[in-house]
């Protein structure tokens, strides 16, 4: 059996999706990621709450605490 | 005895839903977890709040992070 | 002096009730546990809030992660 | 000096008081407890919120997991 | 430098008052303390929300758990 | 590249103003901490919500609990 | 592949953007870290809520939990 952390491997170069706690939701490519689920995304995008095609704020490089994340679409 | 996790390895390939803190419920295919309760769904629809039936949106492939899981239905 | 666990030992393949945070309790027949109070229950039944005597939802099999837990009454 | 967990052996088999968060109080008997203050209950019995005259539910056994309780009157 | 748990230890057997969260405050004697900030308090009162002249209950002996300490006025 | 807390050793004895979660405000002398960054306060005030011109209470010696600590002003 | 931390590395001595749980923003210069994401920042500004334009209070040295950030914005 491979490993959730396998498929986030497999992601590291590639668009996804981030949905945090609070109904955050941050898109961006996957730079880097470490065991807590620290997640380095570029190029990322802050969406508006319950209107996902908005983007609210841009960021060149943005660290996510692991912590916060409630699932990771790859 | 076998033990909690004996029943999830049981599970792989199969449809699970998961009941997420913050009212959130996701189904999809078992396709890996790790010891923190980190799962990989594929094919997986996010359900509208309180409406079961609704399909709220669509992943290929979602990491949800364990700590977020209030409860696995296998 | 038994521990807590031996409780839950003694309580395997009895009915069980789980009362959940965030209001939500759960009954079924105690199938497994480990140590982190993770618990596999089967013939589960979520109950409404504050009907304990309506049934909301069936589950042949569920896995419950431990720290959603208040209390199980054995 | 003695340590708390003192104070809690010496409690063994006679009736205590736990406060939990959300506001819930449950009284009985101190049966066995662990390091992580997870609790085992005889005779429980479940208090109404702000009446604490009015028992809401009575269980024969009950195990509290440590995490929730706030104090345990003694 | 001493250290914080220094502080407690010349504290025992004097009267201590605690911050709880949740806003609940309550006084009492020092008994003993681990490295949790489990704590062991005798005549314990704990005080009224936003009314800390007025108490609202009296404990012989309290063990509180140390994480939901805010702060200890020593 | 020093470490936060070698931040923290250089502000002992010197004033400083923890913000703490659930909006407290507490002002004191840096008498000690430990690696859970709970801090003992000397001459503490604690300030009233959103007007901290304001004292709400007085303190000679606090024991904060680390966790509770959003940010340190040194 | 580089880790997360090894980009806060980088932006040593670079004005860094904390969101913080609780919707606090708070922009400095990034002068040090740790494992646990602990934060010192220097010319630290803390922003109101909901309009990043206004700057609420002013902190020549700030040192934030880590538990406490949601992301970095490098």
Do not use: C, W
Not at 7 to 35: C, H, N, Q, W, Y
Not at 47 to 60: C, V
């Amino acid at each position: 059996m491979t490993r959730p952390f396998d498929e986030l491997t497999k992601a590291l170069g590639k668009p996804v999706m981030l949905r945090l706690k609070g109904d955050r939701t941050i898109r961006g490519v996957l730079a880097s990621f470490d065991v807590h689920l620290n997640i380095i995304l570029e190029n990322a995008e802050e969406l508006a709450n319950g209107q996902e095609q908005t983007i609210k704020e841009k960021y060149p490089r943005l660290m996510v605490r692991g912590d916060n994340i409630i699932f990771v679409a790859l």
